[in-house]
């Protein structure tokens, strides 16, 4: 389904003289220019709906394949059930490497919207994700923990820190919702429907770029994939804004 425009609001201060500032109504942020977007819909849902060629091509293990389902006015992938005995089916849709998808020290904003079920949670299950933390770089989205809260992560290139900015709400309830990350210098958020739920500092040099592809849905499909196991819909990323 093709995503409404993203709106985050940003409360602006007017008239401070102590704490009792008042704020400004709401200020809408700038819509974001896709680098890359799927939309799952049409004849070739892994086509990356923007022009650039990011197309998405399934990696597989154990059976694992994805399905669509209906989502408002077009359609959602749907990933693998909940496994708790190997081999388990394994499934990762990615996308060649190529520099467009690497922000650098330029700002990042990436997301998707989800739909899990309480008992569709694991440690860690990954939405959206370029690069690794244990070698190179990485920006990521994924979903953390029995309570399904989001994260956000983001590795610099010469430093092996991980940088996490975890929600306080979780996502499992069995309903869509919209997810965000968004890096600008040194703050790192996640956002829960629109609304901030986390963030981090991270260092303002930090710098991804690496030869990885991107990654939908899981690491690969090898075994500790992280792999989703819920309903996807309206991935992207946008770099530079």
């Not at 990436?110 to 309480?118: E, H």
């Not at 690069?131 to 923990?145: I, M």
Request: charge should be neutral; glycine fraction near 12%; hydrophobic fraction near 35%.
């Amino acid at each position: 389904m093709r995503r409404a425009l993203l709106v985050a609001v940003a409360l602006v201060l007017v008239g401070a003289t102590g704490p009792s500032a008042q704020a400004s109504a709401p200020v809408p942020a700038p819509a974001p220019v896709f680098v890359v977007e799927y939309t799952f819909d049409g004849p070739s849902p892994l086509t990356d709906t923007t022009g650039h060629g990011h197309d998405l091509t399934p990696v597989s293990r154990h059976g694992g394949t994805y399905d669509t389902v209906a989502h408002g006015a077009g359609r959602a992938l749907t990933f693998p059930a909940p496994c708790h005995a190997e081999p388990c089916p394994r499934i990762a849709l990615r996308a060649v490497p190529e520099a467009d998808l690497d922000p650098g020290r330029r700002p990042i904003r990436w997301g998707a919207s989800v739909r899990l079920d309480p008992d569709e949670t694991t440690k860690g299950e990954n939405v959206l994700q370029k690069g690794y933390s244990a070698s190179g770089s990485q920006y990521k989205l994924q979903v953390d923990g029995v309570q399904g809260r989001p994260s956000c992560v983001m590795v610099d290139d010469r430093r092996p820190a991980i940088h996490v900015a975890l929600s306080t709400a979780s996502v499992s309830d069995g309903r869509w919702h919209t997810l965000e990350c968004r890096r600008a210098g040194s703050d790192l958020g996640v956002f829960v429907d629109g609304q901030r739920r986390g963030g981090t500092t991270i260092p303002a040099d930090l710098t991804v770029r690496n030869r990885i592809p991107l990654s939908v849905g899981g690491k690969g499909s090898f075994s500790n994939n992280d792999q989703f196991q819920g309903s996807l819909d309206d991935v992207w990323v946008s770099i530079g804004q």
